[in-house]
């Protein structure tokens, strides 16, 4: 599996983690959410670059 795969993967998985934390928190954006959504946000933005540079393609 390529790293753009993985990080696609790992970037939904902090998104998932941010969300249900957000729930458990009442809605409130508390500094564990805040955290879980930038670490999406890294791995999210590497992950496009990743895809935008290869042009998607299986190599």
Do not use: Y
């Not at 009442?26 to 670059?49: D, E, Y």
């Amino acid at each position: 599996m390529q790293a753009r795969h993985i990080l696609t993967i790992v970037a939904a998985a902090f998104l998932a983690a941010a969300l249900v934390r957000l729930v458990r928190d009442g809605g409130r954006l508390g500094p564990a959410s805040r955290t879980w959504l930038l670490v999406a946000l890294v791995f999210g933005g590497i992950s496009a670059w990743l895809w935008r540079t290869h042009g998607g393609t299986l190599q």
